[in-house]
């Protein structure tokens, strides 16, 4: 699941349960979810999402899109557009017409909301950057991450070829997740294994297989996607989790790492510093030999009931929905208040 479906499947339950007697709901639901966060709100199927927005006897005073890729927009003239920006990665990704239709998307998006928010200062500045919004209210909410689980046993390997110390890393398989960084740098780490897990539908797999395949010393794997559950087991079993990606809007792994205590290694890059802080090492360069060398000094230092993993558990904590979804109700409220 990509950020935005991971954000949806936590922050939806919560504000369903929130006590708001003031403001009634209406999910944009896949149909196999209509009802399931109760009859208290009102449901729109995403199949039928124009024929049930039309059949609603009622006013829409506001219409929060939750991401910038959302083009549906509901209500009137009257309606309060609030839209949510994660990232303006097409910058750096697309090229030439691809490039220019997402801007002048996003623009048009931009321009006819009412108020603005995005998910660290990171986008903010971007936004600020490349786009002209005048003054119109800007502000960051932090994406949260879910509360962690129960920790797997120890023992119980998905599959017996896991045994012995690895590293970890997840993320869709494309180019700007740089995990083509870490395959050369593997063979100065002997002794470990890498696995790379995420969605790898991307043309960009067949690169990452191909280099893994050269370069990979057999201790590198592209596993494709796994179940929450192997996520969990590679996050509390993994030496290290690694993540050199280039373009992050905010980057929920890293989180995800320090709630199960595991040490982070991290690009420089985006908004990786602004999420991580302190809290993670980071790569100044990635040529392979040095990567390996900032690896190697980090696990060293790193204990998992050490001080230093602890707080990078308590930082990861103040990441969290119940956080994320009070700031959008109080959001809600005041929007809903100016209109009055």
Same mark, same amino acid.
């Given at each position: ?111 006819? /909301? ?16 490349? &786009? ?46 740089? $995990? ?23 043309? $960009? ?28 087991? $590679? &996050? /509390? ?5 690694? $993540? ?21 290694? /991290?690009?420089?890059?985006? /908004? ?48 969290? &929905? ?9 959001? &809600? ?8």
């Amino acid at each position: 699941m990509n950020g935005f479906g991971e954000i949806a499947r936590n922050y939806a339950p919560l504000l369903a349960k929130a006590s708001l007697p003031d403001i009634h709901l209406i999910f944009i639901v896949p149909d196999e979810k209509v009802g399931a966060f109760g009859p208290h709100i009102d449901y729109i199927r995403r199949s039928r999402k124009r024929e049930d927005l039309r059949k609603l006897e009622c006013l829409i005073d506001l219409w929060h899109a939750t991401d910038q890729q959302y083009h549906l927009r509901g209500g009137d003239k009257k309606t309060i557009q609030l839209l949510t920006v994660h990232d303006l990665n097409f910058l750096r990704e697309k090229s030439g017409l691809h490039r220019w239709r997402h801007i002048i998307q996003l623009n048009w998006r931009m321009r006819h /909301s009412d108020h603005l928010t995005c998910i660290s200062q990171y986008v903010k500045d971007d936004i600020l950057k490349h &786009y002209h919004i005048g003054q119109k209210p800007l502000d960051v909410i932090y994406n949260g991450i879910g509360a962690p689980p129960n920790l797997p046993e120890r023992g119980g390997l998905p599959t017996e070829s896991l045994a012995g110390p690895f590293f970890f890393t997840i993320g869709q398989i494309r180019e700007k997740k740089n $995990f083509q960084t870490l395959v050369p740098m593997m063979k100065y780490l002997p002794g470990y294994r890498l696995y790379i897990c995420g969605d790898d539908h991307f043309a $960009f797999a067949k690169e990452l297989r191909a280099l893994i395949e050269k370069e990979g010393d057999g201790r590198v794997f592209l596993m494709g996607k796994i179940s929450d559950e192997e996520k969990r087991w $590679f &996050y /509390s079993h993994a030496e290290a989790f690694l $993540f050199p990606s280039r373009l992050e809007g905010f980057g929920i792994p890293v989180l995800e790492a320090m709630r199960y205590r595991c040490k982070v290694f /991290s690009s420089r890059l985006s /908004s990786l510093p602004e999420v991580c802080g302190e809290h993670a090492t980071y790569w100044d360069s990635f040529e392979p030999e040095s990567m390996a060398d900032v690896v190697r000094q980090g696990i060293a230092a790193w204990k998992k009931d050490g001080p230093q993993a602890t707080a990078a558990l308590n930082h990861s904590l103040s990441f969290n &929905y119940e956080a994320y979804t009070d700031s959008y109700i109080r959001l &809600y409220r005041q929007l809903l208040a100016a209109c009055k």
